[in-house]
């Protein structure tokens, strides 16, 4: 008996669910919360040392705008990141783990997403 293998094996080749990008991107985006707590827990340990150094952070992060797009990078990566954390609680109660409800929660849940991404973009810069 010869069994038939697939031979191309290209990952950009191969069309995945949208399950699968939710999976990954809940995967990234817990790695990007996890290590942007680091620097904001040596922020946060800074801007408790004294009233200036509490403005100073406070000047910094209303002046560069780079420090707005971190801060908006983790708040997207955070609210992604527990937005599918509850997808997955759901889903362990045993709700929603057909392919067509699955389906239909992984794009609530990376819609939800984008929408709380531009209510963060709004809060920071508006």
């Given amino acids: 008996m010869r069994e038939q293998r697939p031979t191309n094996l290209a990952i950009n080749t191969i069309a995945l669910p949208v399950t699968a990008y939710a999976s990954i991107l809940h995967r990234v985006s817990g ?3 996890w290590f942007a ?3 904001l827990l040596l922020v946060l ?7 200036q150094s509490f403005n100073d952070i406070k000047a910094a992060v209303s002046d560069y705008f780079i420090l707005q797009f971190i801060i908006w ?3 997207t990566a955070l609210s992604y990141y527990c937005l599918g954390t509850l997808k997955h609680i759901v ?3 045993g709700y929603c783990e ?3 409800s699955a389906k ?3 794009w609530l849940v990376i819609i939800l997403a984008l929408v709380f991404s531009a209510l963060c973009a709004g809060w920071i810069w508006l």
């Fill in 98 to 100: 057909e392919l067509n």
């Fill in 73 to 75: 990078g983790y708040l």
């Fill in 37 to 39: 707590m680091i620097s």
């Fill in 104 to 106: 239909a929660i992984s």
């Fill in 31 to 33: 790695v990007i919360v």
């Fill in 91 to 93: 889903q362990e109660f």
């Fill in 45 to 51: 340990y800074y801007a408790l040392q004294s009233e």
